[in-house]
């Protein structure tokens, strides 16, 4: 039994032995790729949680058996990243950040975009995220959340005149029933996709289509406050079934007159 280098105090390396040591020496691999794939695999093991202090440059640069310069290059990958954050002063150090959703958000939208996701794609995926979302907002939304549902309806029923304006009153509703799903990952996963779904739906809005929109939006809102699960999945999925139809035909006849 031996206590493991921590001359910052971090509270990571206690009394331990040899097997229980969360960082082994980096030596046989690619030093700064061997720590970043650590301190990955020890917060996704759950024994790292936000805000943990990991140390210093220095005394992490000792735990791992590294260099200065190259616990600094791993350091700046993994800020870059958002896995840690920098810390200064009497009380800083290396930290493991806090989550942010909305940064998930926007790294997931910029890959959607650079990878070149295909339309039919982003629409199944629209659907799978939104029917999943309904039936838990019909069984979790709370009174506030049923305010914000008839708020963006009123949004929107004011906007439907405005292609744009309505289009981003329209997400914002849909927006509003995965919130009230209660469920982060299918908020975040509604919010990446909405920054690249956005440009699509507003080519296609009309005041027709805003306002078979606004008369969904209504019935969506009639179900989750009955509290009827599958009526709002039921309802979601046809909705968005007509929708992927109408916005697939209008790009095949956009391709064909090309």
């Known amino acids: 039994m031996q206590k493991a280098p921590d001359a910052e105090g971090s509270g990571l390396t206690q009394m331990v032995g040899p097997a229980e040591r969360l960082w082994s020496s980096g030596k046989q691999t690619t030093l700064s790729a061997s720590v970043i794939d650590q301190i990955r695999t020890v917060l996704f093991a759950g024994r790292l949680a936000p805000g943990d202090r990991l140390g210093s440059e220095a005394s992490l640069a000792l735990q791992f058996g590294v260099s200065r310069m190259t616990m600094r290059d ?3 990958s993994l800020q870059a990243s958002g896995v840690i954050e920098v810390k200064v002063g009497i009380k800083g150090g290396i930290f493991v950040a806090e ?8 790294t997931i939208a910029i890959q959607l975009k650079l990878i070149g ?4 794609e982003l629409l199944d995926t629209q659907i799978a995220i939104e029917v999943m979302a309904a039936g838990l907002a019909a069984s979790n939304a709370t009174g506030a959340d049923i305010k914000a549902l008839h708020d963006a309806l009123a949004e929107a029923e004011r906007l439907v005149d405005d292609a744009e304006e309505f289009t ?3 997400i ?3 927006g509003c029933v995965v919130a009230a799903s209660h469920n982060r990952v299918l908020a975040a996963q509604f919010r990446a996709l909405s920054h690249v779904l956005m440009p699509l739906y507003v080519r ?5 289509v805003a306002r078979r929109a606004v008369a969904f939006q209504r019935a969506l809102i009639a179900c989750i406050e009955a509290r009827e699960p599958d009526a709002a999945r039921n309802l979601v999925y046809g909705r968005l079934q007509f929708v992927k139809s109408r916005q697939l035909g209008d ?3 956009g391709e064909a007159g090309d």
């Open 74 to 76: 791993a350091l700046r």
């Open 99 to 106: 989550g942010n959703s909305e940064r998930l958000a926007e």
């Open 117 to 120: 996701i295909s339309t039919e």
């Open 168 to 170: 981003w009153a329209a």
């Open 172 to 174: 914002n509703f849909h």
């Open 204 to 208: 296609g809005s009309s005041p027709d």
């Open 251 to 253: 790009l095949a006849k």
